[in-house]
């Protein structure tokens, strides 16, 4: 038996007046998707457990089945493991954004703007990185290049107890209001206001801003965490796996499962992103391994956009790209099993994670279902005879052991 699992980061919505009150979903021209659900079992399961920050890490985790409640150590820790970075046991390590802040004239006040300072070339985040470690870096605190707007920063010996907010669930409103707080948050505002005296006047900043682009003019520390311990999946499951991947803190829940990260060219976590690339990757891998993972980030980063064309294009672009190639290529497969899903829901009108439980379905090659009008979509969730976890880690053990 072969299993895909294919992830539309964040495409769960919410209604859009501007789409006569459906959903991106809803709205998008999914025929693959839809296919998919017209044959599956469908279900509803909560990969946020409550009281948990509604991250992607935290769902994917759950997804990976693992229990968020028992492995959750962070977010940055995993980005860590993405890109090369190892861990002591002491080791504090936060998540570090290159963002776009808004000042008054007299710069008492500052927004967020943009969590990603337009998406910034890993090129030109590589040189501001750098030189944020030359000038703020000691013999505790260090910086780490990441890919686009998501970097590190590693504190020796340092404090993970601290309340630390996501930039992105913070756009457009005050950062005052969103300061880290607790013991040790003197350091961190610090580090952030002195890296805007870096950044501001930085010549990439002044070229980005010249060619209509949104600076990196500060950094924001959040997503704070330690090296976890978890299994492998392996151990878990008795299967070998692999993960393809835009998004570090993915790979690297990859890399602590003991999976193969597939490295496609040209993606890029973002609508221009090689979705082809990915599916064609893990077609080719599925040959050699059991499971693969396949993780698509664009519909999540239009939802925290707040652009609704680019949350249906997106998912358009998914389905047909991604879907349509993996459906197409699990032909040469005698058995298999296809789990479609979001990790969340990242509606527009808010632009941030919720919590709330989100649609799967599991197409069996063996076990074909009928079921009538079904499209994959938010409706799924109002459907009779579903299969509901509440624990979303418990999907995984479902999707393998069919229990």
């Given at each position: 038996m072969k299993y895909v699992v294919i992830i539309g980061d964040g495409m769960?919505?919410?209604?859009?007046?501007?789409?006569?009150?459906?959903?991106?979903?809803?709205?998008?021209?999914?025929?693959?998707?839809?296919r998919l659900a017209a044959g599956s079992i469908l279900g509803m399961v909560r990969t946020i457990p409550k009281g948990m920050p509604p991250g992607s890490d935290v769902a994917n985790l759950s997804i990976l089945g693992y229990d968020p409640a028992k492995f959750y150590s962070g977010r940055a820790p995993l980005e860590a493991?993405?890109?090369?970075?190892?861990?002591?046991?002491?080791?504090?390590?936060?998540?570090?954004?290159?963002?776009?802040?808004?000042?008054?004239?007299?710069k008492t006040r500052a927004l967020m703007e943009d969590h990603s300072s337009g998406h910034i070339s890993t090129k030109e985040a590589d040189v501001l990185i750098k030189d944020i470690n030359k000038n703020l870096g000691?013999?505790?605190?260090?910086?780490?290049?990441?890919?686009?707007y998501r970097h590190l920063m590693i504190w020796s010996k340092g404090i993970t107890e601290l309340e630390c907010v996501p930039p992105h669930d913070i756009l457009g409103k005050d950062?005052?209001?969103?300061?880290?707080?607790?013991?040790?948050?003197?350091?961190?505002?610090?580090?952030?206001i002195d890296s805007v005296d870096i950044l501001e006047n930085h010549p990439i900043n002044k070229k980005r801003i010249k060619q209509g682009k949104n600076p990196a003019n500060s950094i924001w520390l959040w997503g704070q965490g330690r090296r976890p311990k978890i299994p492998t999946f392996k151990e878990k499951?008795?299967?070998?796996?692999?993960?393809?991947?835009?998004?570090?803190?993915?790979?690297?829940?990859?890399?602590?499962?003991?999976?193969?990260?597939?490295?496609?060219?040209?993606?890029?976590?973002?609508?221009?992103t090689n979705y082809k690339g990915k599916a064609d990757a893990a077609l080719k891998s599925l040959k050699k391994v059991d499971l693969v993972y396949v993780h698509v980030e664009a519909p999540d980063e239009a939802g925290h956009s707040g652009k609704y064309k680019d949350k249906?294009?997106?998912?358009?672009?998914?389905?047909?790209?991604?879907?349509?190639?993996?459906?197409?290529?699990?032909?040469?497969?005698?058995?298999?099993?296809?789990?479609?899903?979001?990790?969340?829901?990242?509606?527009?009108?808010?632009?941030?994670?919720?919590?709330?439980?989100?649609?799967?379905?599991?197409?069996?090659?063996?076990k074909k279902r009928v079921n009538a009008n079904a499209g994959f979509n938010e409706d799924i969730l109002k459907r009779k005879n579903l299969v509901v976890f509440e624990k979303g880690y418990k999907l995984m053990d479902f999707l393998i052991k069919g229990k």
């Open positions: 769960a919505d919410h209604p859009i007046r501007e789409l006569k009150g459906l959903t991106p979903l809803q709205s998008a021209f999914t025929p693959n998707m839809d493991a993405s890109i090369g970075v190892s861990l002591k046991k002491d080791d504090a390590v936060y998540r570090c954004n290159l963002v776009t802040l808004k000042y008054n004239r007299v000691t013999d505790k605190i260090k910086f780490y290049t990441g890919v686009s950062i005052a209001d969103y300061q880290p707080v607790g013991n040790g948050d003197d350091l961190l505002r610090q580090l952030m499951y008795s299967l070998k796996g692999s993960l393809v991947s835009a998004v570090d803190l993915t790979k690297g829940l990859g890399i602590y499962a003991g999976f193969e990260i597939l490295k496609v060219p040209g993606i890029t976590g973002y609508l221009d249906v294009k997106a998912i358009e672009d998914f389905d047909k790209l991604v879907v349509g190639t993996i459906i197409k290529g699990m032909k040469n497969f005698e058995e298999y099993k296809i789990l479609l899903m979001p990790d969340h829901a990242t509606p527009i009108e808010i632009r941030t994670h919720t919590d709330e439980p989100i649609p799967f379905v599991i197409f069996d090659s063996k």
